[in-house]
Protein backbone atom coordinates (compact mmCIF):
# COMPACT_ATOMS: atom_id res chain seq x y z
CA UNK A 1 0.00 0.00 0.00
CA UNK A 2 0.88 3.66 -0.54
CA UNK A 3 -0.52 6.20 1.30
CA UNK A 4 -0.42 9.61 -0.23
CA UNK A 5 -1.01 13.28 0.70
CA UNK A 6 -1.24 16.35 -1.07
CA UNK A 7 -0.68 20.02 0.32
CA UNK A 8 -0.26 23.52 -0.87
CA UNK A 9 -3.29 23.96 -2.65
CA UNK A 10 -5.28 27.69 -1.87
CA UNK A 11 -6.37 30.58 -3.41
CA UNK A 12 -4.48 32.58 -5.95
CA UNK A 13 -5.17 35.53 -8.17
CA UNK A 14 -4.92 35.22 -11.98
CA UNK A 15 -0.95 35.41 -12.89
CA UNK A 16 0.39 33.80 -9.64
CA UNK A 17 1.75 30.75 -8.86
CA UNK A 18 1.68 27.69 -6.19
CA UNK A 19 3.49 24.34 -5.92
CA UNK A 20 1.66 21.78 -4.95
CA UNK A 21 3.44 18.67 -2.38
CA UNK A 22 2.66 15.53 -2.55
CA UNK A 23 4.45 13.28 0.17
CA UNK A 24 4.02 9.37 -0.31
CA UNK A 25 4.46 6.36 2.39
CA UNK A 26 4.15 3.04 2.79
CA UNK A 27 5.30 1.21 -0.06
CA UNK A 28 8.84 1.78 -1.76
CA UNK A 29 7.70 5.25 -3.67
CA UNK A 30 10.94 5.09 -5.69
CA UNK A 31 9.95 2.99 -8.52
CA UNK A 32 6.48 4.32 -8.70
CA UNK A 33 5.06 6.56 -11.98
CA UNK A 34 3.77 9.51 -10.81
CA UNK A 35 0.92 12.15 -11.79
CA UNK A 36 -1.29 15.01 -11.19
CA UNK A 37 -4.83 15.03 -11.86
CA UNK A 38 -7.73 17.93 -11.69
CA UNK A 39 -11.21 17.55 -11.24
CA UNK A 40 -14.48 20.46 -11.31
CA UNK A 41 -17.57 19.70 -10.17
CA UNK A 42 -19.45 17.84 -12.74
CA UNK A 43 -16.52 16.58 -14.88
CA UNK A 44 -14.42 13.65 -15.20
CA UNK A 45 -11.09 13.94 -13.79
CA UNK A 46 -8.48 15.33 -16.05
CA UNK A 47 -5.11 14.66 -16.88
CA UNK A 48 -2.36 17.40 -15.87
CA UNK A 49 1.06 15.92 -15.77
CA UNK A 50 2.94 12.58 -15.44
CA UNK A 51 6.27 11.41 -14.62
CA UNK A 52 7.94 7.82 -14.99
CA UNK A 53 9.65 6.60 -11.83
CA UNK A 54 13.60 8.01 -13.12
CA UNK A 55 12.21 11.11 -13.60
CA UNK A 56 11.99 10.23 -17.21
CA UNK A 57 8.58 9.87 -19.42
CA UNK A 58 7.65 13.56 -18.80
CA UNK A 59 4.18 14.59 -20.08
CA UNK A 60 1.36 17.35 -20.03
CA UNK A 61 -1.53 18.52 -20.71
CA UNK A 62 -2.01 20.86 -23.67
CA UNK A 63 -3.71 22.91 -21.53
CA UNK A 64 -0.61 23.42 -18.72
CA UNK A 65 2.20 23.19 -20.96
CA UNK A 66 4.89 25.61 -20.58
CA UNK A 67 3.06 26.79 -17.28
CA UNK A 68 3.07 23.61 -14.92
CA UNK A 69 6.60 21.76 -13.76
CA UNK A 70 6.14 18.43 -12.43
CA UNK A 71 9.22 17.00 -10.35
CA UNK A 72 9.77 14.07 -7.60
CA UNK A 73 12.75 13.81 -4.83
CA UNK A 74 12.60 10.25 -4.44
CA UNK A 75 15.09 10.95 -1.31
CA UNK A 76 12.28 12.42 0.08
CA UNK A 77 9.14 10.62 -1.08
CA UNK A 78 7.98 13.35 -2.35
CA UNK A 79 6.23 14.88 -5.89
CA UNK A 80 5.52 18.13 -6.62
CA UNK A 81 3.60 20.23 -9.43
CA UNK A 82 4.53 23.55 -9.61
CA UNK A 83 2.20 26.01 -11.12
CA UNK A 84 2.78 29.53 -13.18
CA UNK A 85 1.04 31.74 -14.95
CA UNK A 86 -2.22 30.18 -13.28
CA UNK A 87 -5.71 31.02 -15.09
CA UNK A 88 -8.90 31.03 -13.49
CA UNK A 89 -9.49 27.58 -15.94
CA UNK A 90 -6.75 26.03 -13.63
CA UNK A 91 -9.53 26.26 -11.01
CA UNK A 92 -9.92 22.68 -9.56
CA UNK A 93 -9.49 19.48 -6.76
CA UNK A 94 -6.07 19.09 -8.01
CA UNK A 95 -5.12 15.12 -7.24
CA UNK A 96 -1.77 13.10 -7.00
CA UNK A 97 -1.49 9.91 -7.75
CA UNK A 98 1.26 6.56 -8.19
CA UNK A 99 1.25 3.45 -9.73
CA UNK A 100 3.88 0.73 -10.39
CA UNK A 101 2.95 -0.09 -13.35
CA UNK A 102 1.40 3.06 -15.63
CA UNK A 103 1.15 2.15 -19.23
CA UNK A 104 -0.80 5.52 -20.40
CA UNK A 105 -0.10 7.84 -18.03
CA UNK A 106 -2.80 10.05 -19.28
CA UNK A 107 -5.61 7.82 -18.62
CA UNK A 108 -6.75 8.05 -14.59
CA UNK A 109 -7.84 4.40 -14.24
CA UNK A 110 -3.89 3.63 -15.20
CA UNK A 111 -3.68 4.31 -11.34
CA UNK A 112 -4.04 2.79 -8.15
CA UNK A 113 -3.24 4.82 -5.02
CA UNK A 114 -4.66 8.34 -5.25
CA UNK A 115 -4.46 11.61 -2.33
CA UNK A 116 -7.17 13.15 -1.38
CA UNK A 117 -7.18 16.51 -3.34
CA UNK A 118 -6.14 19.80 -2.50
CA UNK A 119 -8.37 22.58 -3.33
CA UNK A 120 -6.48 25.08 -6.13
CA UNK A 121 -8.81 28.24 -6.55
CA UNK A 122 -7.34 31.13 -8.87
CA UNK A 123 -9.45 34.45 -8.67
CA UNK A 124 -10.19 36.78 -11.95
Known sequence: QVQLVE????????GGS???????SGRTFSYFSVGWFRQVPG?????VA??????????YADSVKGRFTISRDNAKNTMYLLMNSLKPE???????????????????????YWGQGTQVTVSS
Do not use: H
Open 50 to 59: AMGWSGDRIS
Open 90 to 112: DTAVYYCTADPRVVNPALARAYG
Open 7 to 14: SGGGLVQA
Open 43 to 47: KEREF
Open 18 to 24: LRLSCAA
